[in-house]
């Protein structure tokens, strides 16, 4: 079992920095897949960012260049820096973590945390 709960969010201005934070609970934490989703109003929940636990990185188109995730194994957590923020960067995201391996794919995500809302005024 894997309990995460995420942190960071907020509202910013257009331009502007957040730096999300997922704290994960278990030992095992070093071994699953982590992902970013998004989910804005009226709209599915998509993939923004993920990290395999061999330190691989992934990122929709979108936010190549202005996010980075990343994560740190001794303290449980993974990250996500976003820069260069846009209103349409704008929703509620989520942590997430998998077992299975490389996979964009939020139903093949087990965990989830219960989202931080990130809104970017113009």
């Known amino acids: 079992q894997v309990q995460l709960v995420e942190s960071g969010g907020g509202l910013v201005q257009a331009g502007g920095s957040l730096r999300l934070s997922c704290a994960a609970s278990?030992?095992?934490?070093?071994?699953?897949?982590m992902g970013w989703f998004r989910q804005a109003p009226g709209q599915e929940r998509r993939f923004v960012a993920g990290i395999w636990n061999g330190g691989t990185e992934s990122y929709v188109d979108s936010v190549k260049g202005r996010f980075t995730i990343s994560r740190d194994n001794a303290k449980n957590t993974v990250y996500l820096q976003m820069n260069s923020l846009k209103p349409e960067d704008t929703a509620v995201y989520y942590c997430?973590?998998?077992?299975?391996?490389?996979?964009?794919?939020?139903?093949?995500?087990?965990?989830w945390g219960q989202g931080t809302q990130v809104t970017v005024s113009s």
């Open positions: 997430a973590a998998t077992a299975v391996g490389i996979t964009t794919s939020p139903h093949l995500y087990r965990y």
């Open positions: 278990g030992r095992t934490f070093s071994s699953y897949t």
